[in-house]
């Protein structure tokens, strides 16, 4: 009997597939080399068993795993319609006697259809649904999918994935904030002023219009997975990192947490980008990019300012950002603590609070202190300690990856945590469908419209 895990990964023809979710499994198997895979492809379209295998063969060779191609037992490459019953029976049927993971690399609406047609029989005991964001279109249709999904199996067999709580810098926050005495007591409003979490890109669209464009920078990045790392910086200190513990703590935050004043239009930004050039590359305004409607009003660029209304965060600013086709782009958690009451008189200069900074990707965390010495022993001035963290945004699928073959989810998001996620945005989705906050422009290229912060 072959007790190997059974990865089908549905949509295996599409770009996540490609992109991430195989070189991924090629990383993943060449780390851990005690680990084989039973691998199925399915698609609406036939894929003939040489290019299936050149596909694999491609992807893996992409991050370097060649190596790793004799630890996966290649299965079909099956053509199916995955939002019929059928469709899946086939893919059991082609399964090993192991467990089985369905990975949904499909379209948001075929998963959904897809999901409410299985009939739970035809799963065997132990199987694991891995669905891709978005997690529904607003907080009803999640919790209508999260019914549908817990119908077929339990919850601990769901991994709703978001590759973020896999990149090495999120995780690095809990250890910095709970396994270091100097951080751990002060973090909370008491010492704790603003907190920052911003993910700027300098790609454009990159031909992705057909999703994009009916999500926004919103929905794209922020609902699906800056309130999750905020959840992470914001969290009470969890016991254990198991499953309960974290998501429990994570999604205690995520209930708790409001945009700002209860004030969508003073507490959020929008902008798209024009015609620029970013680094060395002309791109064209968002609305003449292939595919784009330009009456959706889609922003590239989005800012929300939440509070976590708990004992330890009210009054606490956190602000989320991301966007597109930005230049110098800034990906990092950023905590600002207050400035000291008193600087002994006979220092001079200033003395701004002390910054945290964890940087996604090179991944790296800063401290930036006010220190005295040099030239004039009583003139401060900042200084800057930082530490490398290794392996960054490589990793963060794979890690997810390793999560769902090891029946581990405390990597993916929890079903009460995806609907709160849109709940959380909801207020600023309306108040900008009302039109209570302009819709500005940025080239691209740029930091971003006049008048934010750079
Ligand atoms: P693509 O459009 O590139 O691929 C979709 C895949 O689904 C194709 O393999 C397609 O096969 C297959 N498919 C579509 N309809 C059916 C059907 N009825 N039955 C069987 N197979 C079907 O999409 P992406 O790969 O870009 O995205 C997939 C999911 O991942 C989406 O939910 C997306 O939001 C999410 N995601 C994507 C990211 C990315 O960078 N691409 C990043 C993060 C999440 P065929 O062509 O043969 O129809």
Known sequence: MNAETTLAILGASGDLAGRLLLPALGELLMEERDRTVHLIGAGSTAMDDGAWRQRVTDTFSSVGAEDALDRVTLGPFLVIDASKAEGIRTIVDAASEGPLVLYFALPPAVTASACAAIDPSDLPAGTMLALEKP??????SARELNDTLRRLVPESQIFRVDHFLGRSTVLNVIG????NRIFEPIWSHRDIESISIRYDESLGLEGRAGYYDGAGALVDMIQSHLLQVLAIVAMEPPATLDEIDLRDATAAVLRATHIWKDDPAASSRRARYTAGTVGERRM????DEPGVDASRGTETLAEIVCEVRTARWAGVPITLRSGKALGDPAREIVVRIKPVRHVPTGLTGDAPGTVLRFSLGPDRLAVELNVNG???PFALHRAVLEADLGLGAQRAYAEVLAGILDTDPTLAVRGDA??????IIAPVQEAWRRGDVPLEEYPAGSTGPDGWPA
């Open 284 to 287: 064209p305004s968002y609305v």
């Open 176 to 179: 910095s904030r709970t396994a």
């Open 374 to 376: 040099g030239a004039d």
């Open 135 to 140: 997690f529904g279109t607003d907080e009803r």
């Open 418 to 423: 995806a609907e709160q996620c849109w709940r």
